[in-house]
Structure formats: structure tokens, C-alpha cells
């Protein structure tokens, strides 16, 4: 370990920033005998940048030298950076180093394509294998499998990694061939098959043969620029709705664009990435994962995208008042999922305390209910009956929405503040 | 007003709860031994912890609560809130008087007093997890200093002695003086006759490890380099990683 690694791991850090997914949950594993570290199913996040954004593994690329040209990437061969490649010891050793001092969860590990597919497949798959084997490493491990790689890597790979994933980038694929010229949904959505069949194989296995080897215990997941090509947030939603349906698509990240490579006429110049707009997807994504919408309610063809202003809930709730008020001493948990201000934990409080006795409006306060949003959408026996019905939705909007709070204003202010290098 | 005096430590809140079944009184207020008594009292009840007493009553309220909700007792104790003694003594009495488990009943005051508190502690807990830096010593031990606002470092060892298996550490809480120390079988609590140069956080140029330095200093780089510049948001990062961890944390400092 020596100066010239650090400078390594600042130049390969930065190249690997830009891909949003950090989380290390999907897998618990108990330490052995012997082995080092272990894994906690929940994921824990070790540290925060100044972004606000969690920092569970040491998210690094083996190298930034890539062969493709994508418009939207910072690592593309036009660009001129600085270019570094670690070896598979050094990388083994900063990943074991931090872990030891729980600086983090586990490796997630990417790379610049050199070659071709299979070949940088290859190298990367020589860091996870030794990690696991000759060093005896129990902890997360999260591979990015490289778009265009054959089933024998995948496969590999899935022997070694908790998760593998692998980047749409772009939601429809002409637009994804126009920036990114050496790719195609094929090259994408082959590796995604061969993780998909890999998992159901091992489930099958595992039926049969208890201590059967497991393939890609935490599943798979992926990530959609947002902002950078037109498509509409129904496009998206409708394609992660169309992911998660494979049991083994755990997560869809957005990542709102951020011009990178100022200059390319193929890209839109914006002023500062779409972060609300990346905000509201996630919300949208949310509701299809833990509340039971489907993409359809949440964003159609006469209502392609999403309302910047109110979160998708209440937007949907606004669009559907005929089906309010609920009375919250009776109504199903499924049905209390769908009142804006009610989340997952505040429902669950509900449910399991309403055969103590009846619940009032004071109580739902204390559990947690944002009553600011829910009180026009419930009942309770003794609210005013104020609900979406008797006042206009339009006048509830205005109630929630666009309200400026100068201390929100400061912050926006401070975004433009130039960060020291 | 009823008070009971007791030694203020967990089995001696049980046995004060034995002692007001027994007597069939119940206190409105649990003073230590020797705090001055509230005006309008009658004369105070010492009740004198012994542990056949606690576990009559642990055993019965295991009996009536999950086991979930007991550790969540034993959280809020951790806690070491002013009251929360009271708090939990309310909490028992109701259920062990009640038909069956008021676990879920949340619209009882106590109940989601409870909830609240263990809940706090709880996230105490995991921001020992998530933020807990160690030092590797020159003997190879690894250090890590703490001062977690709740007495939440108990609840970690199971994590910590997982995770950190097959190397000798320390982990000190520098708000209570005492800590752990794990020697590659189990986990013992130490407190440490002198422990002065150890409650700043940092260790000793001489004492650490060869390649501490640059592995703090690599961690600090790499996280800043992480950093995307449009994407600036400290009130996000606080929220998340409370300011009180920062001191002993390399990336920070």
C-alpha cells in the first residue's frame, strides 16, 4: 500500500460515482470459522457523502480505459481524464483493509470495458473469486455485469457475487442506441436472462439439496438515467413495473442526468439535474414495490408524467376522490396504504391496534400519520367531515402544494456554491 | 402519593414491581436512594432488590409479552431517559394486570411511550453500526472509541463479534468509561483504570499501526471523490449521519 494506490483509488472512485445503486441488503450471512466478516440482510450504510447519499460499499472500478463511446458516461474513450487500472491484490487489499476498520459493508465492483465483454468479465471475476476463496471473505460483494457478456461469466460471476446488475441506462432503445452506440437491449437484457435462469435454477436446487450452492443470493438490479432523452416518466414506470415482475429484479434506480460531457449536441443542456423530478420516480417506484399500485394507476397515457408539485400518492388520491373517505376503525390494510400520509409502519400500527378499541384522530398523530395530507381522506367518528368530497381536489392541492419555505429557498441557494477540489 | 425507594438498577425495578403486588400498592413515583422526597408524600417504601423476586416477575412478563417486546423493555431501560424507570414500571404493571398482551395496543399513552423510546434506542444502535471507526494498533488490536447518546452498546456485540470474528478489538464508550473487548472467543466488558489518553479518540502516533495513517487518509479521499458536485446537500448528510458521530470519524476530521 503507497501513495500511488491512493491516488489510484481517488481517480477510480470518481469515475465510478456516477452509478447511484449502494445497497448491500438481500443476504444474510453469518460469520464461520475461520472466514472473515459476515452480512447483515438489512444493509447498512457506513458513511454519507456531502451529497447526502450513503456510502454501504466501496464502490470502485477495476478500470476507467474503456473501448465503448456512450454520450452520457464520464469514462467514455473521447474524454479526456485520467485513466487508471488497480490490480486484483491492491483491490483485495483496500476491500479487506476497509472492511476490517467497518468502514464498509463490502466491494462493489465495476469496470471500464477493455477488450471486449468477456474479457473484463474475466478480470473482475478474478477479484470476487479470490476474495471469496483464498481470502475467505463472508461480505457483501456486488458485481456489475458488463453488457454483451456471455452465460459462462455470468454464471461465474453469480457463483461469487450477492448481487449482480446490469445498467439499462436508457429507457427506450432507440434513444439508447443513439448515445451509446455500442450497445443495444440485447447486450443488456441477455446478461439480465442469464442472472434471471441462474437464480431460478439454484431456488430448484436448493429444494432438493439443502446446502446446494447459491446463485446470486441478493438478486439483481439495475439503473435508468433520467432526464437525458425524452422519455416520459410512463415509459419508465412501465418498464420497471415490466422488471420487477422477474422474482430475482430487486431494484431500479434512477439517477437524475447530470451533464457530464458538456458539449455533446446529442444531450440536453441543463441547468441543474432533474432531482425532483428523480425524487418523485422513486416515490412512484415506492408505491408499486410496497403499497400495491400498479404503473398504470400511478401514470397513464393521458397522464404521462408525473406531478412535480405533490408526491404520486396523493396525486393518484386527488384523481380518485370517489374512493374516499376510509373510515380507519374498518378499512383493510390494503386500503389503508392507499390514504396519503399513511406509510407501511403507520398501517401496520393501525391494523394491530384497532382490536384494542376504537382509534381517534390524536392517536393517529402519535403513530406516526402525517394528518396534514390524511385528514381529507379519512374518517374517523369524530374529524370534521372536511374529506376530497366536500372540498374540491383542486382546493386540497393548492392546500399541500407549492408552498415556498424560505429556509428550502437558502438551501437551493447553496447548491450553486462551487465544491473545492 | 406512594414512592417506593429502590437501587435504581433492572432487577431492582423488578423487584420494586413484586413488592407492589405483594403490598397492593402501587407507586406513583420510584426515587433513588437517597433523592429528596416530592412534597404531599407519605412516607417512602425501600425496597430491597433480590433476584428470586426479579425473576418471578421477568418470567411473568415473559409469559404475557413476545419476546420481541421484552428486548424492547430492555431498550428502553438502556436508555437511561429521566422517568423512563417509571415509564417501564407503568408499562409492566398493565401488562401483567391485563388479559392478554397490550403489546399492540397503541393507543395506549405508555404503550407508544415505549415503542417510541425503545425505537431511539434502537436507531442508537445501528448508528453504532453503521458508524463505528476503528484504529488498528501497533499490536494489531483495533480500537474504536464511542459516545453513543444512549447506552447502546451492549445491543451491538452480537453484530460486532460477527462481523469482526477473527480480530482482536476494543470498543470504548468514552461518555460512560467502559467498553468492550473481544479476544477471538467472546466479547467482555473492560473499564479501564486509566484511560485518560484514550477519551480524545485518537490513538497515539507510536501506538498505531504502520499503515493507519494512509488508510484513514484513503478513506477520506475516496469519500470525497465520491462526491458529485451538483449534487451538494449537507442538510441530507446530517440528517443522515448525526453531527456527534463526525468526531471520531476519519472522513470527517
Known sequence: ?421 | MIVFRYDKTFEGLLTTLFDAYTRRTFPERLLSENEPLPMFSEKAHRVITESYKSLRVWAALEKKLSRAVCGMLMHVWLSELPGSDELLFRYMHKALDAPSSIATHFADKDVMEVKKIAGKVSKEREHLMQFVRFQQAADGTFFAPVSPIYNALPLTMPYFTQRFADQKWLIYDTRRRYGYYYDLKTAEEVTLNTDEHLLDGKLDDAWMTQDEKLFQSMWKEYTLALTIRERINPKLQRQHMPRRFWKFMPEKN
Open chain 1, 1 to 421: 500500500m503507497n501513495e500511488q494506490v491512493q491516488e489510484k483509488l481517488k481517480v477510480l472512485a470518481a469515475s465510478a460515482k456516477y452509478d447511484v445503486s449502494c445497497a448491500s441488503s438481500g443476504i444474510t450471512r453469518r460469520n464461520r470459522p475461520g472466514s472473515v466478516g459476515s452480512a447483515e440482510g438489512w444493509g447498512i450504510c457506513h458513511s454519507f457523502t456531502e451529497n447526502g447519499r450513503c456510502v454501504s460499499l466501496l464502490k470502485i472500478m477495476l478500470t476507467n480505459h474503456c473501448i465503448y463511446d456512450c454520450a452520457y458516461c464520464i469514462n467514455r474513450r473521447s474524454n479526456d481524464i485520467k485513466r487508471a487500472t488497480l490490480t486484483v491484490g491492491e483491490l483485495i487489499d483496500l476491500t479487506l483493509e476497509f472492511y476490517r476498520r467497518n468502514y464498509i459493508e463490502g466491494l462493489f465492483l465495476s469496470s471500464g470495458v477493455v477488450r471486449d465483454p468477456d474479457y473484463t468479465m474475466e478480470r473482475m471475476v478474478r477479484v470476487v473469486k479470490d476474495l471469496r476463496t483464498e481470502h475467505r471473505y463472508n461480505g457483501y460483494i456486488h458485481m456489475k455485469s458488463i453488457p454483451g457478456a456471455s452465460r459462462e461469466w455470468v454464471d461465474e460471476a453469480g457463483r461469487y457475487a450477492d448481487r449482480l446488475s446490469v445498467n439499462i441506462e436508457i429507457p427506450k432503445e432507440q434513444n439508447l442506441k443513439f448515445l451509446a452506440p455500442e450497445k443495444n437491449y440485447q447486450s443488456i437484457f441477455q446478461p439480465m436472462f442469464y442472472i434471471q435462469q441462474g437464480v431460478s435454477a439454484s431456488n430448484e436446487e436448493r429444494k432438493r439439496f439443502r446446502y446446494a450452492p447459491r446463485f446470486v443470493p441478493a438478486g439483481q438490479s439495475t439503473q435508468m438515467i433520467v432526464g437525458a432523452t425524452n422519455e416520459s416518466d410512463n415509459d419508465i414506470l412501465r418498464l420497471s413495473s415490466a422488471l420487477y415482475q422477474r422474482s430475482s429484479m430487486k431494484r431500479v434506480y434512477y439517477s437524475g442526468y447530470i451533464p457530464i460531457n458538456t458539449g455533446d449536441a446529442r444531450l440536453p443542456a441543463l441547468k441543474q439535474p432533474p432531482l425532483v423530478r428523480e425524487n418523485r420516480l422513486y416515490q412512484a417506484d415506492w408505491l408499486m414495490r410496497f403499497y400495491g399500485f400498479q404503473a398504470s394507476e400511478i401514470v397513464d397515457d393521458a397522464f404521462p408524467n408525473l406531478d412535480l408539485e405533490i408526491d404520486p400518492k396523493l396525486s393518484w388520491a386527488l384523481r380518485h376522490p370517489e374512493l374516499f373517505p376510509i373510515d380507519i376503525n374498518k378499512a383493510e390494510q390494503s386500503l389503508l396504504l392507499r390514504v396519503p400520509g399513511i406509510g407501511v409502519k403507520s398501517a401496520l400500527l393501525i391494523v394491530a391496534s384497532r382490536h384494542h378499541g376504537r382509534i381517534t384522530a390524536s392517536t393517529l398523530a402519535k403513530m406516526g400519520v402525517v394528518m396534514k395530507k390524511a385528514r381529507y381522506f379519512i374518517t374517523c367518528g369524530e374529524l370534521p367531515i372536511l374529506t376530497v368530497n366536500e372540498l374540491h381536489p383542486d382546493c386540497i392541492r393548492r392546500a399541500l402544494a407549492g408552498k415556498t419555505n424560505p429556509k428550502k429557498e437558502a438551501d437551493r441557494r447553496q447548491l450553486s456554491i462551487p465544491f473545492p477540489d
